[in-house]
């Protein structure tokens, strides 16, 4: 399975940002979908990741800015970013956890927020 991350972009500090990832099959053994971002010169940090049930969880730094949603139909996970800061300024990567611990990862989408 492919995983095609969409929706990054050069943005002015305060602007906004929807992140798409698509799944390019069906999968009926998804377990959760999800984020990480990769800074320059830094580790990457995992973001935000959804259950197939619609259960959240993210990190503190992100947490009341962005929301993470999921069209299980389409085997799809969003980020929505609407207030962008120049620290969100990163690689961003999303993933799928399967069953039986298996991980998917997208390409990237680079985001950077800038004036």
């Not at 992140?19 to 935000?48: F, H, N, T, Y």
Request: charged residues 20%; hydrophobic residues 30%.
């Amino acid at each position: 399975v492919q995983l095609q991350a969409s929706g990054g972009g050069l943005v002015q500090p305060g602007g906004s940002l929807r992140l798409s990832c698509a799944a390019s099959e069906r999968l009926s053994d998804i377990k959760l979908m999800g984020w990480k971002r990769q800074a320059p010169g830094k580790q990457r940090e995992w973001v935000a990741d959804i259950t197939t049930d619609g259960r959240t969880a993210y990190a503190d730094s992100v947490r009341g800015r962005f929301t993470i949603s999921v069209d299980n139909a389409q085997n799809t996970a969003y980020l929505q970013i609407p207030t962008l800061k120049p620290e969100d300024t990163a690689v961003y990567y999303c993933f799928i956890d399967r069953d039986g611990g298996r991980r998917h990862w997208g390409q990237g989408t680079q985001v950077t927020v800038s004036s």
